[in-house]
Each structure stands twice: as structure tokens, then as C-alpha cells.
């Protein structure tokens, strides 16, 4: 399986900023899948949008990183390249978590509702609504 991980530094020992935009560098790794041991294949220094294209070019099935803003979070999500939290590990921590399953996946970008709260709202607002279609409506007059 071949991932991309958005780090610090060129190496296993480089760290994973807060946010994707904070990487200086995309490390291409592939991983056996039977052995669990990992190779950097490639490392990219990170200069603008040309590293969407690395990820797709590379067939990544996987990115781990910090946060999404919301344009990364869609390419990667439209290009179905699933999403994982990566924030304060380093590369070799990050992959170790990932291989036992401890890693969170992103599910919306920054700033944004995931959409099992959306849900959650829009119940919300339905039984609100319907405890206030129930109510019986008062008429008042008012006095002159």
C-alpha cells in the first residue's frame, strides 16, 4: 500500500505540524502489507498546489496529516484518498498507529460540521418544532 504523510522534516523522525499547511515536506511510503515495515520512496519538498498532483500521481491510498482546510479536504475526499489524523506524532509514530488501527480519520475539513452532527441538529430542531406544533395556542386580547 503506498500513503502520503505531510511532515517537518525529510525523514521517520520528522514530525506532523498542526496543520497540512504548515508540512514542509510530502514523504511517499510504501508499506507491505503482510511485514507491516514501511520505505520512504520518495521525498517531495512542498512548494504550492503541485502537491496534489504528487499524491494522485504516486497512487496514494492514504494521506496522514494535520488538519484540512476545506479545498484539501475536497480534492482528497472527490479523489477518494481517505483521511488521517496525523497532529503531533512523528512519521514513524504515525505509521505504527496507523498499522494498529489507532489513528483517527478526518471526516469533514476544518471548521466544518461532521455530518452525523448535522443530523444530530436537524433531529434537534424537528422535535423542537413538533413540541411546538403540540402546544395548544393561547389567543389574547389586548385591552383598548
Known amino acids: 500500500m503506498r500513503i502520503a504523510v505531510a511532515a517537518s522534516g525529510n525523514s521517520f523522525s520528522g514530525m506532523i505540524p498542526e496543520r497540512f499547511s504548515m508540512s514542509k515536506y510530502l514523504l511517499i511510503i510504501d ?10 520512496v520518495k521525498s517531495i ?20 496529516s494535520g ?29 505504527e498507529k496507523l498499522n ?3 489513528l483517527d480519520m478526518y471526516t469533514h475539513a476544518e471548521n466544518e460540521i461532521s455530518c452525523s452532527e448535522k443530523v444530530r441538529i436537524k433531529e434537534k430542531i424537528e422535535e423542537e418544532l413538533k ?3 403540540s402546544r395548544p395556542m393561547k389567543i389574547r386580547f389586548l385591552k383598548k
Open 67 to 95: 488538519i484540512l482546510d476545506r479545498e484539501m479536504f475536497d480534492f482528497l475526499a472527490d479523489n477518494q484518498i481517505t483521511r488521517y489524523d496525523g497532529t503531533g506524532l512523528c512519521v514513524r509514530e504515525a505509521i
Open 100 to 102: 494498529g488501527y489507532k
Open 131 to 133: 413540541w411546538e406544533k
Open 31 to 40: 508499506i507491505d502489507e503482510e511485514t507491516l515495515s514501511s520505505d520512504i
Open 45 to 64: 519538498k512542498i512548494k504550492g498546489d503541485d502537491i496534489v498532483k504528487e499524491i494522485l500521481n504516486e497512487n496514494c491510498e492514504l494521506v496522514i
